[in-house]
C-alpha cells in the first residue's frame, strides 16, 4: 500500500508538471501581479475545481477523464512535443489508471466521518444526506440558527429525532465567519478597483483591500503588500511589504515567496542574498507563479546564481509562454510601449515613441470634422492602446463605426475582428463580423480577406472550407498582413486544406514575426525547441520564448513605471523597473541602471547607488544594448561602483565599437590611444578611431575635428622634440637655398611690411576727427506714421 501510494502521488505530481497545470486561484494573478487584474466569479472557481478534478473529504483528487479545455490544448498546434520528456512512458497506461483508481477508492473509504459537537448527539457520526425542513442537506448548514454556526443531523429525518450536533467548535466558526467577513469586504474593494478608472476611487478601493488584510484575508494581503512596494495608491512603505511577504510565505502564498525573493535579489528592506532569493522563487514557480518561472528562466539563461543552462531556461520560459500565447486573441495582445530613460533624456519625445496630449487631441479634432483617417488612426490605437493611449473599446469602437459609413475597408475589417471576439462593449456576433469581413474583403482589404479566412478555417457563422480559407489567407499575405501570413503558416504546419509542409510553415511564420505576431515568435520557438523543420537549436527557442514572455500582461508595469518617473516618484519607479529586471526586460535594466546612476533614488543608499547600477548595466550590456556597453566602459575608465581598470575599460569599448559601430565607444578608443591608457600609446591608431567615429556618426564630426587639431599639434611638438633644431640649421645652406643675396631679399620685405604698417596707421589716425566732426544734420523730429494725425 505504502509503495503504491508513493507511486501515486509521483504520477500525479509529473502529469500536472508535464501539462502546466497551475492553481486555478494563483493563475488569476500570476498573469497581472499587482495590476488592477481580472477577479475570477464564485461560479468559475467552482467549474475550474469541479472540471478535472473531484473532491473526497476536503481533498481535491484528479480525474482520470480529460476536461474539454485540455483535450483542445492537447490537440492545438504544438502537441507533439508534451508527449518526449515522459520518464514513465514505458509503463502500461491501463495499469496506471487502474491503480490510480484504486487508491482514490481506498482513499474515499479511510476518509474522516465528520462528528457532532456538542447538541443533543455529542460524538456521534453526522448523517449526509438528512432532512429539515422538508429539505435534504448534503453537508453542514447554519439554516434555522441565528448565530451562523454550521450543524447536521446524525439521523436522516431532524424532525422525528431531533438528534442534531455542531459541526464546528465555537472558535472555528468565529474564525470561520471572520473570514467570511474579510471575503465580501475584499470582494467591495475589488468591485470598486476593478470598475473605476479614476485614480480618488482606486485608492478608495484600496482602503477596503487594507481592512480585508487586517482581517488575514490572503488576496487583500497579496494587493496590499504589492501596492506598498511600489508605492501604488499607497504610501511606498517597504519595510511593511516585507512583513506581509513573510506573513504570506508562511502560508504559502507563490505571489509572496516570489516577491520575498524579490526583495533578497535586489536587497530592498533586506541584506542582498542571491542564494535566499534563488529558493524562493523556486518555491513560487513550484506554486505556480508564472513570474517566479519567468524570473527562472532568465536566471537559468543568463547564468545568474545558478549554473548557465539553456534546457532549464527553456523548460521556465515554454511554461510561461504557453500561458501568454493562449491569452493573445484576434485583435491581438495590448502594445508593449518600450521607453529607455537614456535616450529620452538626449531627444526627449523621440525616442519613446509617445504621442504629445496636443496632437492627440488634434487627431481627434480631425476626426470630429469626417477625417477618415484619423478615426482609422484613433480607432487603433484605442484597440490596442500603447503610445500615451490607454486602449479604451468603447472609442475604438465610435471611431471604426465613423469611419465604416464613410466608406473605408480597414475599419469595417477592424469592426468584423471586434464582434468575432467580442467584449463589454461590442457583443460577440459571427454574422455581423462575416458582413463587415466581406465588405472590407471584395474591396481588396487584408484584414478583411484575412477574417474571412478565419471564419472559414474555424465555421464561425459559415460552413468550414479549407479551400476558401486557404485561398483568402494567401490573398493577405500577398498584401503582408501578419495574420494571413500566421494562419497560412498553421495550415501549412498542421496539413489543413494543404499537403504538410514545414518549410513553407516556417517560411510564413518567419514572415508573420516580422511584422511582431506574438503567435508567430511562438511557433517558431515551438519548432525550434522540437527541431520540427529545422535543426533544433536550445537558444534560439529560449531567445523566441523570452519575447513572447515579455509580452505578458506583466509589461503593462512598463508604462506604470515609466509614468511613476516622469511623475517624480523616483522610488517607486525604480522598484518596478527592478523587479522587471528581475524577469528578464532589458529595457528595464537599462532604465533602473539610469535612476541609480542619476542617483535620484532615495531608497537605494548613496554607496550602494553605482555599484547595483554596474550590475544592472552589466545585464543591459549583456542582451546588446549600446549605451549600456558603453557605460560599463566608462564606470570602469572613472572607478564608479568598482576600482579603476583601464583594460576593462578598453575591452568594453571595443566590444561597443566591433558589434554595435558605437560612434562614441571609437572615439574614446581614438582617445585612450592618443593617451596610452589602458593599451600602448599610438597617436596614429588614435587619428584612425577618430575618424571611423566621423564616418560612423555626423554628430561626431565637430569633436572628432577639435580632437584631431589637438592630436595635429601634439604630433608637431612630439616631432620637434624628437629632432635637434640646431643640427637642422646647421645642415640648412641659405645660399645655395635662397642664392647669395638672400639677404637682400629679406630686408626688402621686412621694409615693405614695415612701410604697410605705418600708412595703415597714419590713415587710421585720420580718419577719427574727420569722423567726429562730419555729423549728420539732425532733422526735425516728426511723429511716427502710426501716430500722425489724419489727412
Not at 429539515?132 to 431532524?158: I, P, Q, S
Not at 480597414?410 to 463580423?433: C, I
Not at 494571413?484 to 513553407?504: A, C, H, T
Not at 535543426?535 to 523570452?546: D, G, I, P
Amino acid at each position: 500500500m505504502g509503495r503504491r501510494a508513493l507511486w501515486v502521488v509521483l504520477l500525479l505530481c509529473l502529469a500536472a508538471l508535464s501539462a502546466g497545470a497551475l492553481p486555478a486561484a494563483d493563475e488569476e494573478g500570476n498573469q497581472d501581479e499587482s495590476l488592477e487584474s481580472k477577479t475570477l466569479s464564485a461560479e468559475d472557481q467552482v467549474k475550474d475545481h469541479s472540471t478535472g478534478t473531484r473532491v473526497v473529504a476536503g481533498q481535491i483528487f484528479l480525474e482520470s477523464g480529460k476536461s474539454d479545455s485540455q483535450s483542445e490544448n492537447e490537440e492545438n498546434f504544438h502537441s507533439q512535443e508534451e508527449e518526449k520528456e515522459n520518464s514513465l512512458e514505458e509503463l502500461n497506461s491501463l495499469e496506471m489508471s487502474n491503480l490510480l483508481n484504486k487508491d482514490l477508492e481506498e482513499a474515499e473509504v479511510q476518509s474522516p466521518v465528520l462528528t457532532a459537537i456538542g447538541g443533543t448527539a455529542d460524538g456521534e457520526p453526522c448523517h449526509f444526506p438528512f432532512l429539515f425542513m422538508e429539505k435534504e442537506y448534503a453537508e453542514c448548514t447554519a439554516d434555522g440558527r441565528e448565530d451562523g454556526r454550521l450543524w447536521c443531523a446524525t439521523t436522516y429525518d431532524y424532525k422525528k429525532d431531533q438528534k442534531w450536533g455542531f459541526c464546528e467548535s465555537e472558535e472555528q466558526s468565529n474564525k470561520r465567519r471572520q473570514m467570511q467577513e474579510a471575503e465580501d469586504v475584499y470582494q467591495i474593494g475589488m468591485k470598486i478597483l476593478n470598475e473605476s478608472s479614476k485614480k480618488a476611487q482606486k485608492k478608495v478601493a484600496y482602503q477596503y483591500l487594507l481592512k480585508a488584510a487586517d482581517m488575514n484575508h490572503t488576496k487583500a494581503m497579496e494587493k496590499v503588500s504589492y501596492a506598498l512596494l511600489f508605492g501604488d495608491y499607497l504610501k511606498q512603505n517597504i519595510q511593511s511589504s516585507k512583513e506581509l511577504f513573510e506573513k504570506l510565505t508562511e502560508e504559502g502564498s507563490p505571489k509572496g515567496q516570489m516577491a520575498l525573493g524579490f526583495l533578497y535579489a535586489s536587497g530592498l528592506g533586506v541584506n542582498s542574498s542571491q542564494a535566499k532569493a534563488l529558493v524562493y522563487y523556486t518555491f513560487g514557480a513550484l506554486g505556480g507563479n508564472l513570474i517566479a518561472h519567468m524570473i527562472l528562466g532568465y536566471r537559468y539563461w543568463a547564468g545568474i546564481g545558478v549554473l548557465q543552462s539553456c534546457e532549464s531556461a527553456l523548460t521556465h520560459y515554454r511554461l510561461v509562454a504557453n500561458h501568454v500565447a493562449s491569452d493573445i486573441s484576434l485583435t491581438g495582445g495590448t502594445v508593449v510601449q518600450r521607453i529607455r530613460l537614456a535616450d529620452e533624456v538626449e531627444n526627449p519625445g523621440m525616442a519613446s515613441g509617445m504621442l504629445e496630449e496636443d496632437l492627440i487631441q488634434y487627431y481627434q479634432f480631425l476626426a470630429e470634422k469626417g477625417d477618415v483617417q484619423a478615426q482609422v488612426g484613433l480607432g487603433q490605437l484605442h484597440l490596442h492602446g500603447g503610445r500615451g493611449v490607454e486602449q479604451n473599446h468603447q472609442r475604438a469602437f465610435e471611431y471604426f463605426n465613423q469611419a465604416a459609413n464613410a466608406g473605408n475597408s480597414h475599419a469595417m475589417a477592424f469592426l468584423g475582428k471586434m464582434y468575432s471576439e467580442g467584449s463589454d462593449v461590442v457583443p460577440q456576433s459571427n454574422e455581423t463580423a462575416l458582413q463587415y469581413f466581406k465588405k472590407a474583403a471584395d474591396m481588396g482589404n487584408p484584414v478583411g480577406q484575412s477574417g474571412l479566412g478565419m471564419a472559414y478555417l474555424y465555421g464561425r457563422g459559415v460552413p468550414v472550407n479549407y479551400e476558401l480559407a486557404l485561398k483568402y489567407f494567401q490573398k493577405a499575405a500577398e498584401q503582408g498582413w501578419v495574420d494571413g501570413q500566421l494562419q497560412l503558416g498553421s495550415m501549412y504546419y498542421n496539413g489543413i486544406g494543404v499537403k504538410k509542409d514545414y518549410k513553407q510553415a516556417l517560411k510564413y511564420f518567419n514572415l508573420a514575426s516580422q511584422g511582431g505576431h506574438i503567435l508567430a515568435f511562438y511557433n517558431l520557438a515551438q519548432m525550434h525547441a522540437t527541431g520540427t523543420g529545422v535543426m533544433r537549436s536550445c537558444h534560439t527557442a529560449v531567445e523566441l520564448f523570452k519575447n513572447v514572455c515579455e509580452r505578458g500582461r506583466w509589461s503593462e508595469r512598463l508604462m506604470t513605471a515609466y509614468n511613476s518617473y516622469k511623475d517624480g516618484d523616483s522610488n517607486s519607479a525604480v522598484v518596478q523597473y527592478l523587479l522587471l529586471a528581475e524577469q528578464g526586460y532589458e529595457v528595464a535594466q537599462s532604465n533602473a541602471a539610469f535612476i541609480l546612476d542619476q542617483k535620484e533614488a532615495s531608497i537605494v543608499g548613496e554607496n550602494e547607488t553605482y555599484p547595483r547600477a554596474l550590475l544592472h548595466w552589466n545585464r543591459a550590456a549583456s542582451q546588446g544594448y549600446t549605451v549600456a556597453r558603453i557605460k560599463l566602459g566608462d564606470y570602469h575608465f572613472y572607478g564608479f561602483g568598482t576600482d579603476v581598470d583601464y583594460e576593462t575599460a578598453f575591452i568594453h569599448y571595443r566590444l561597443a565599437s566591433e558589434q554595435q559601430h558605437s560612434a562614441q565607444a571609437m572615439f574614446n578608443l581614438g582617445y585612450m590611444h592618443e593617451k596610452g591608457l589602458g593599451i600602448k600609446q599610438d597617436i596614429h591608431l588614435a587619428k584612425r578611431f577618430y575618424d571611423m567615429a566621423a564616418e560612423a556618426s555626423p554628430d561626431a564630426q565637430v569633436p572628432v575635428f577639435l580632437a584631431l587639431c589637438k592630436l595635429g599639434v601634439i604630433y608637431s611638438l612630439q616631432y620637434i622634440r624628437e629632432i635637434n633644431i640646431r643640427e637642422v640649421f646647421s645642415h640648412i645652406d641659405m645660399d645655395q637655398l635662397l642664392g647669395p643675396e638672400w639677404d637682400l631679399y629679406l630686408m626688402t620685405i621686412i621694409a615693405l611690411l614695415l612701410g604697410t604698417i605705418i600708412a595703415y596707421r597714419q590713415r587710421q589716425h585720420q580718419a577719427i576727427p574727420r569722423a567726429a566732426g562730419l555729423r549728420p544734420a539732425v532733422p526735425q523730429q516728426e511723429p511716427p506714421p502710426e501716430h500722425q494725425p489724419p489727412q
